[in-house]
């Protein structure tokens, strides 16, 4: 069992940039493919970043040249690092993790707004 918790969301200007972090607890953080969602209002949740044990990343295009996903296994946190954001990037950002072992098994945060407006 894996409990995650989000936070460094907030209000920023477009252009602005922000640092989501992601505190993990509860099992072996270091194995698990870990990634960042969001969810727009009247919108599906949808993939933003993932990065694997190994250090392999991969982004959504929208987000490909402006956000960076790291992770620190020694703290057992996710990062999302966060530049030029756009109005279309608010949403509620969720932390994910995913067992790398058995049946694939999904753990979410409780997410952590963004909200990008003038």
């Known amino acids: 069992q894996v409990q995650l918790v989000e936070s460094g969301g907030g209000l920023v200007q477009p252009g602005g940039s922000l640092r989501l972090s992601c505190a993990a607890s509860?099992?072996?953080?270091?194995?698990?493919?870990m990634g960042w969602y969001r969810q727009a209002p009247g919108k599906q949740r949808e993939l933003v970043a993932v990065?694997?044990?190994?250090?392999?990343?991969n982004y959504t295009d929208s987000v490909k040249g402006r956000f960076t996903i790291s992770r620190d296994n020694a703290k057992n946190t996710l990062l999302l690092q966060m530049l030029s954001l756009r109005p279309e990037d608010t949403a509620v950002y969720y932390c994910?993790?995913?067992?790398?072992?058995?049946?694939?098994?999904?753990?979410w945060g409780q997410g952590t707004q963004v909200t990008v407006s003038s």
């Open positions: 994910n993790a995913r067992r790398p072992y058995g049946r694939v098994r999904d753990y």
């Open positions: 990065i694997t044990s190994g250090g392999s990343t």
């Open positions: 509860g099992s072996i953080f270091s194995i698990y493919t």
